[in-house]
């Protein structure tokens, strides 16, 4: 994420001397494959990082959540698409996954990540606004709903209207 142009290798070398020099990170699995930081850590890096370097922040974000989805990690990837500051980019990642988050039983995740984009966002995918309203009818919600499941037949008929040729008065 870091250091894309990076020599194989590179990323599994420095993880082994941090968790060697016991630098605040803890490995995640057996195989010693996913490590995080130590939240205050993390959260400290970040801070340097916006004190130094603001503007690549969203440039970050989107490649770690790029990273996360090309590895199925959904939840991450979309926690990070959010954090680039991108709502339209990220409403894009997530409605490229939106049919396997919900076959994964992650619809109420998603309920709460589309709820962290803007309403004109997800009118402009209909999948995600439909999502949407499934996620309310399984929180009981039926008028959210409702809501936007007429928004997007709305949406579907001003398109419908868009697309018809002119009707030219008979000539």
């Not at 990076?6 to 803890?26: D, T």
């Not at 205050?40 to 340097?48: P, W």
């Not at 039983?105 to 709460?112: A, K, Q, S, T, V």
Request: charged residues 20%; without cysteine; negative net charge.
């Amino acid at each position: 994420v870091v250091e894309p142009e990076a020599q194989p290798g590179y990323g599994q070398a420095m993880l082994n001397r941090l968790e060697r020099a016991s630098l605040f990170i803890v490995a995640l699995d057996e195989k010693r494959e996913w490590f995080q930081y130590h939240h205050l850590f993390a959260d400290f890096l970040r801070h340097i990082q916006a004190q130094t370097n603001p503007t690549a922040l969203p440039v970050l974000h989107q490649r770690a959540a790029f990273w996360f989805e090309q590895h199925a990690s959904l939840g991450q990837a979309f926690r990070h698409a959010l954090a680039s500051g991108d709502p339209v980019w990220a409403s894009e990642m997530i409605a490229r996954n939106v049919e396997t988050t919900i076959k994964t039983g992650e619809l109420f995740d998603l309920m709460r990540w589309l709820g962290e984009l803007p309403a004109e966002v997800i009118r402009q995918h209909p999948p995600l606004a439909l999502a949407y309203a499934w996620g309310f009818i399984a929180a009981q919600r039926l008028d959210d709903a409702r809501y936007w499941v007429e928004d997007v037949q709305r949406s579907l008929e001003h398109r419908e209207q868009s697309a018809a040729p002119p009707v030219d008065g008979g000539q």
